[in-house]
């Protein structure tokens, strides 16, 4: 590796991404570093320039002529820091945010547009490249925010990284034997086989183009009741409140699409999945000792009714 090797990829990607004509790629009057800052601003509700200044490495004169014309334009507001009067705190307008909102927009169809020329077959390898410059390149782990994380559809080959990752990952924590691949490779198929998209839906969680978690919500055999099943966040991707989205997710679509009620199936060692339950308004309504996986458990039925309160 050499500095020419780096630099000519620096070249090669900046072409790719449209880094050099932005402004013009996306067809909005911004320079790539004014949108970065916008996009700090729409992520970040409480950000003061010296946090911006942190968080980009830009010069102060240079931010404060970009903070200015923001503000001249309507998008911005400043106001004294709550959190300490010697600074300002920076708050987009409803119109700064409605164009953060566009400019995502259009760098998400850009992006998408790119994506699209990568065959399937090399989608993985792409992300783990991406990944793997970013590990290398960076002073520690990639600093990773809740808003980071996207929810979307299923892909090719998610459904088979449900089974896997459950597999995996509940043997290694607690111990499962390969009957519980077994019932979760069950599950998978039938949804896959054989599901109604208005009335069943799965999630994927996406962080920096891999997939960190999952959940299910399927129509259960009781009339007018959906069943949410195998809710799964990875270790290394804990604590960004996936499991809390995940839920809510499931939650808001089964009331909106007409289900009366939400249930469940889990075992009293899964601690942190029964507390986010709670918190969306779970109810336990019955329990009962069984012996499955190769383990001595204790099952949990928990229900929500989604014409109460809810969370």
Known sequence: MTV????AFNRFYTNVIGALDYSRHLYAPFTLTESRVLYELAHSPRTDAADLRS????????LSRILNRFEQDGLIERAPSERDPRRRQVTL???GRETADLLAERADESVGALLATVPDADRLRLSEALHTVRTILSDGPPHTRPEDVVLREPGAGDLGWIVQRNAALYAAEYD???????????????FAEDHDPHLERVWIAELDGRAVGCVMCV?????GTARLRLLLVEPDARGLRIGDRLVSAVVEFARGVGYRDLVLWTNDVLGAARRIYQRHGFVLVAEKPHRSFGQDLVGQDWRLDLHGSGE
Do not use: H, K, M, W
């Open 176 to 190: 499962f034997n390969a009957d519980y691949e077994g019932l979760v490779a069950r599950i998978v198929a039938d």
């Open 219 to 223: 129509r259960d055999e009781a009339p």
């Open 55 to 62: 968080e980009l490495s830009l010069d102060a004169g240079y």
């Open 4 to 7: 020419q090797d780096i630099r």
């Open 93 to 95: 307008t409803v119109r």
